[in-house]
């Protein structure tokens, strides 16, 4: 079956503009997770959402991040004002409800952003 | 807090040796812990975990990692690499309890096979 899907697989933006990136999870994938894997600062975790619940933004580097999930599916990162230091490949993820299979997280391609 | 360690940034094997990546964590509680594997302009690909039960996990692609409590270790291994095994290894933890599920990454480590 189709894996997570992310778009676009690249990015190129001016400082100081707005983007936003998609995440499309595997289909009946109820947790979504959104990570920025950059040279210096490794994998880092951003925000997830499970279900309807409300969701944890605790890994979001400033207030310039926002994430939002439509309809318990697609998912969209907006990053305002983009500054150098968010240059990085954005990753998301998906994985069951519940089960052992739960634990499992399926990555995206990601979405390699650059900020000039 | 939890962390992993990954401490080799990057592992040389011949081929058909046997591989050992090194992971090490630290958390308040017990781990769940797992292995991803990302190969060039790829996103992350799981390779096995470590819930509960039998120390010695088996993955994907022949690959295995033991679990010890005592050392806090979760080290992948593999019998006889393979020249297409070079890639980046993650480690990573998250808690068995808690509604944090996200995932906590070491920095990775470069496996290159030698043919």
């Known amino acids: 079956g189709a894996g997570v899907s992310q778009s676009p697989s690249n990015k190129v933006t001016e400082k100081g503009k707005d983007v936003e990136l998609r995440c499309d999870p595997i289909s009946g994938h109820t947790a979504l997770y959104w990570y920025r894997q950059s040279l210096g600062q490794g994998l880092e975790f951003l925000i997830y959402?499970?279900?309807?619940?409300?969701?944890?933004k605790s890994g979001l580097p400033s207030d310039r991040f926002s994430a939002e999930r439509t309809g318990g599916s697609v998912s969209t990162l907006t990053i305002q004002r983009t500054q150098q230091e968010d240059s990085a490949v954005y990753l998301c993820a998906s994985s069951a409800a519940g089960g052992e299979s739960s634990y499992e997280q399926y990555f995206g391609p990601g979405t390699r952003l650059t900020v000039t | 807090a939890q962390s992993v360690a990954q401490p080799e940034d990057q592992v040389n094997v011949a081929e058909g040796n046997p591989l050992t990546v090194k992971c090490t964590y630290s958390?308040?509680?017990?781990?769940?812990l797992f292995w991803y594997v990302q190969y060039p302009n790829r996103g992350l690909q799981f390779l096995l975990k470590?819930?509960?039960?039998?120390?010695l996990v088996k993955g994907s692609y022949g690959f295995e990692a033991e679990f010890n409590k005592s050392q806090t270790s979760f080290h992948l291994k593999k019998p006889s690499a393979l020249v297409s095994d070079s890639a980046l290894y993650f480690c990573a933890v998250r808690l068995e309890w808690g509604s944090a599920r996200q995932l906590t990454f070491g920095s990775g480590t470069q496996l290159t096979v030698l043919p």
């Open positions: 958390v308040s509680g017990n781990p769940y």
């Open positions: 470590y819930i509960t039960g039998d120390n």
């Open positions: 959402f499970q279900g309807n619940s409300a969701p944890d």
